[in-house]
Nanobody
Framework: QVQLVESGGGLVQPGGSLRLSCAAS????????MGWFRQAPGKEREFVAA????????SYADSVKGRFIISRDNAKNTVNLQMNSLKPEDTAPYYC?????????????????????WGQGTQVTVSS
């Protein structure tokens, strides 16, 4: 059983930056591909970014490409999401998820159903 805890959310002005972190425990972190999703009120959970177990492959939603960077540190059991040039439409709770690497990173991490474990989320609010 893997436990995930997100942190780093908050209130930021448009154009600002935030760095989210997700700390994993209770399992072998390098066994898992990791992803970030978000879910604005009244909307379905939306893919944001994902990274393979080794860190060798990353993928991003078109809406965040060029602004967000996903990274991981397998020695520290953490995955991070650096968010730059934030926009009001980025406002949402952000969730990290863990998917077994033996699934093969389906749809480049976009397959919500491939993630077996989720954190409780951290709120990001972009507003002036």
């Amino acid at each position: 059983q893997v436990q995930l805890v997100e942190s780093g959310g908050g209130l930021v002005q448009p154009g600002g930056s935030l760095r989210l972190s997700c700390a994993a425990s209770g399992g072998t972190f390098s066994r898992y591909d990791m992803g970030w999703f978000r879910q604005a009120p009244g909307k379905e959970r939306e893919f944001v970014a994902a990274i393979t177990w080794s860190g060798g492959t990353t993928s991003y939603a078109d809406s965040v490409k060029g602004r967000f960077i996903i990274s991981r540190d397998n020695a520290k059991n953490t995955v991070n999401l650096q968010m730059n040039s934030l926009k009001p439409e980025d406002t949402a709770p952000y969730y990290c998820g863990a998917a077994d690497k033996y699934n093969g990173f389906p749809q480049m991490g976009r397959d919500y159903g491939a993630y077996a474990y989720w954190g409780q989320g951290t709120q990001v609010t972009v507003s002036s």
